[in-house]
């Protein structure tokens, strides 16, 4: 069975602080899919990034950025120079391959963000 | 292009009751996988319809059960509903093959009371 681990339950930082997201998961699956998703107070889970686990290189986008780490079974997010508008929960959640279209996520519990001006 | 969209946004019902929340996928999906998010907690997957058909289930009692209609929208009945069904129930959507990353819907906040 697959499983996401985030340990932060809460995070607060002031704007503008880097702040890092941390994420660990277990499989037993050689291939499997890494993702993020933000989820306003609105509900909807909104996509960030997926990786695959042949896929080590780190990502960078805008002030978004992610390092997958297979040795250390983690996939961590940083958020440079943080705003207000970051505030939000985020979820780490993995897929398996041969899942079709990676629809069955195993997600972790999520880590509620809060940027404070 | 509209996306996902789930109705009725909010409904309290009673234990025992039955509800059916519903969901219309992103235009030119054919995929609808449902999840339920109790409070505080992460998503967790129900099932996913294709063709009509229930393809994937996860670990939730046969009370739980969907529909896919042919214009690929679908239907997530809850039976003889318990205090602990009270969640937010997400629908998202996905084309078959394309392995693009899903699309969520707002979702139906369900209170069961």
Same mark, same amino acid.
């Given at each position: 069975? %697959? ?29 499997? #899919? ?23 290189? =780190? ?15 983690? +996939?961590? +997010? ?11 929960? #985020? ?27 | 292009?509209? $996306? ?13 009751? %039955? ?27 129900? +099932?996913? #319809? ?11 009692? @046969? ?13 997530? =009945? ?6 602990? @069904?009270?969640?937010? #129930? ?7 093959? @394309?392995?693009?990353?899903?699309? +969520?819907?707002? $979702? ?6």
């Amino acid at each position: 069975a %697959q499983k996401v681990t985030q340990a932060q339950t809460e995070i607060s930082v002031v704007e503008k602080e880097d702040v890092t997201l941390d994420c660990v998961y277990e499989t037993r699956d050689t291939t499997y #899919y890494l993702f993020w998703y933000k989820q306003p107070p609105s509900g909807e889970l909104v996509f960030l990034i997926r990786r695959n686990s042949f896929d080590e290189q =780190n990502e960078i986008s805008g002030r978004y950025s992610w390092n997958f780490q297979k040795s250390t079974s983690s +996939f961590n +997010f940083t958020i440079t120079a943080s705003q207000v508008v970051d505030s939000a929960v #985020y979820f780490c959640a993995l897929s398996l391959e041969g899942e079709t279209s990676g629809s069955r996520l195993t997600f972790g519990e999520g880590t509620q963000l809060t940027v404070n001006p | 292009d509209a $996306g996902v969209t789930q109705s009725p946004t909010h409904l309290i019902k009673t234990r025992g009751q %039955q509800v059916t929340l519903r969901c219309s996928p992103k235009s030119g999906h054919d995929t609808v996988s449902w999840y339920q998010q109790a409070l505080g907690q992460g998503p967790q997957f129900i +099932f996913q #319809y294709y063709e009509e058909e229930e393809r994937q289930r996860g670990n939730f009692p @046969d009370r739980f059960s969907g529909h896919q209609f042919p214009n690929y929208s679908s239907e997530l =009945n809850v039976n003889a509903l318990l205090l602990g @069904d009270s969640a937010l #129930y997400l629908c998202a959507s996905s084309l078959e093959g @394309d392995k693009s990353p899903l699309h +969520f819907g707002n $979702g139906t906040r369900l209170t069961v009371t």
